[in-house]
């Protein structure tokens, strides 16, 4: 995963003398664990077609189920509260009502979510806990300094620097971050940088991107570079 987020988590817990295993769908039926503990349970949702994701999640909630019937307790970390691709509606009340069922508690990043879970009744049956989202300080060393790595992108030392990184997809309205900040004025500027693969999100990137004070680019920083 590019995202160190759980490697990261995983590392620390580690430390307290827990053991633990990573999550196998193919053969986590054999797996006997005190706590399965569940990131983005939406995974499936953002396949297109139906069929597929039919099967992913029969296959997923069996093997929620058969956990629970082995005395495991889910623990769901709460990332988001619905899939960011808003398909397959007729699966998603559905789903999610199953899923909720089945959770023994809940971590959240921050007492705003835990506020936004409960105030929205999903959390109405279990435990909650807010653990804050961890620094990345440690997972990208730094190798240059600061005027160096100014100096590979042509910025002033007292510009100010925005940087979106990651993936580009329809939920996270790049374009409209392109076109917020061409409206900005003053010595600042925009970094994009991150893999598309829908054409038409690109073209639309690309359409808002004229700014000079904007750097767009289609792939994926590798970590030495980030």
Known sequence: ???????LLYQEIEKQGVEVVEFDLANCNDQNVDVLHVHWPEWFLARRNPLVVANNYRAWMNRLHVAKEKGSKIVWNVHNLRSHDRRHEWLQKRYWREFRSLVDGCIC????????????????????????????RDAYPMKINRRDARDRFEITESAFVLVHIGLLREYKNVPALLKSFKETRGDSRLIVAGEVFDPQLRRRIEAESGDPRTTVKFKRIADDDL
Not at 1 to 7: G, V
Not at 111 to 116: G, H, K, T
Not at 127 to 133: F, G, W
């Open 1 to 7: 995963n590019a995202n160190p987020y759980t490697a």
């Open 109 to 136: 990043l921050s007492e705003s979510s835990r506020l936004l879970l409960t105030n929205k009744a999903m959390a109405p049956k279990f435990a909650s806990e807010v653990i804050p989202h961890g620094h990345y």
